[in-house]
Every structure is written in C-alpha cells, then in structure tokens.
C-alpha cells in the first residue's frame, strides 16, 4: 500500500507539470563543497543553486518534516530514492553517502525554520505534501 505522504507527492505532480525551481530553467552552480554548501541552506538567505548541496539540504529538510507530520524516521526517509520524486539528478539516498549526510545533519538539526532558505523551501514542502 502507498503510503499517505507518496500519494499526495503524485497528485501534486500531476496536478502541476511545470515548476519554477526546474533546473533545466535555472543557472546551476556545481560545486564540491557539498557539506559547506548545504549548511549554507540552513543559514544564509538568497545563496542560488549550488549543486550538489541543494539536493542534501532539500533531502534532509523534506525528510525532517515528513517524519514529523507523518510520524515515519527520518532516516529511513532519506533512504527513499524518490523522496524528491525523482526530479533532482544530483540527490542520492542516505545509504549512498551516510558521511555526508551525517556531517550536514550534526550541524542544522534541528534547524531554524525562519533563518537561510528552509522558509522557502518549507514552501515547497506543503505544496507538495500537505494538500
């Protein structure tokens, strides 16, 4: 059975075939900082799209609360290949890079909702799943 939060994740999108955030659209910057970079996410407001840092900080802040509104672990959430549905290229499941993950969750969580992009991205969030 699908669980709760995937099937509002696919109404969502096929209700909405076009997004503003579609990278095909956007000037991605590509840099191996990836801890630094998605800290930045959590701390810094208007910082662009810095690949692959995004796609952690995203990962990480849609799985915090997706474990928090749908009472699921975050872990196994971020383990979850299509938590972004498969939209983002650069995202990898916590299993493919625990280190990093880990590194950039011991430094935000929990993190601040009203300080860097997580405002912006909780937006995001509820369009997505809190229909």
Request: charged content about 35%; proline content about 3%.
């Amino acid at each position: 059975m699908m669980k709760d939060w995937k099937i509002k994740q696919e109404l969502y999108h096929r209700l909405n075939r076009t997004h503003d955030d579609d990278l095909k659209e956007v000037e991605v910057e590509i840099d191996d900082d990836i801890v630094g970079n998605a800290i930045r996410y959590f701390r810094e407001s208007d910082i662009g799209w810095i690949y692959p840092a995004k796609s952690y900080a995203v990962g990480i802040m849609y799985a915090y609360w997706l474990s928090k509104d749908y009472d699921e672990d975050m872990y196994d959430l971020l383990n979850d290949k299509d938590l972004l549905y498969g939209n983002d290229p650069h995202f990898k499941p916590y299993h493919e890079d625990k280190e990093t993950y880990d590194k950039i969750i011991q430094s935000v969580c929990p993190f601040d909702e009203n300080k860097g992009m997580v405002s912006d991205i909780k937006y995001w969030y509820k369009q997505e799943f809190l229909l």
